[in-house]
Nanobody
């Protein structure tokens, strides 16, 4: 069974930085797109950033220029470097991995349990 585990959340002051990590493990597979999403209290979950297996990236407008997503395909890991954090970045951050068990097989998506990021003003 594929497991997705996030780490690196915490409490930081506004203007500070955090680096989130996510690893997908548990079997033989390759990862396709890997995303970071977040959900603040009372709000819907939103896409923060995504990176394809070839390295193409996309960002939400609210984080462009401040967050950087990267990945290590060999390790099935994805990272989110968050700089110049703002109180409105406070949320639970979730990692999603799209995996393939064979090169021409279907894609499956797996979510992590989330890691809390709190930015104080």
């Amino acid at each position: 069974q594929v497991q997705v585990v996030e780490s690196g959340g915490g409490l930081v002051q506004a203007g500070g930085s955090l680096r989130l990590s996510c690893v997908a493990s548990g079997g033989t597979f390759s990862t396709d797109v890997m995303d970071w999403h977040r959900q603040a209290p009372g709000k819907q979950r939103e896409l923060v950033a995504s990176v394809s297996s070839s390295g193409n990236t996309n960002y939400a407008d609210s984080v462009k220029g401040r967050f950087t997503i990267s990945r290590d395909n060999a390790k099935n890991e994805v990272y989110l470097q968050m700089n110049n954090l703002k109180p409105e970045d406070t949320a639970v951050y979730y990692c999603k991995a799209v995996v393939l068990f064979s090169s021409r097989g279907p894609r499956f998506q797996y979510w992590g349990q989330g890691t809390q990021v709190t930015v104080s003003s």
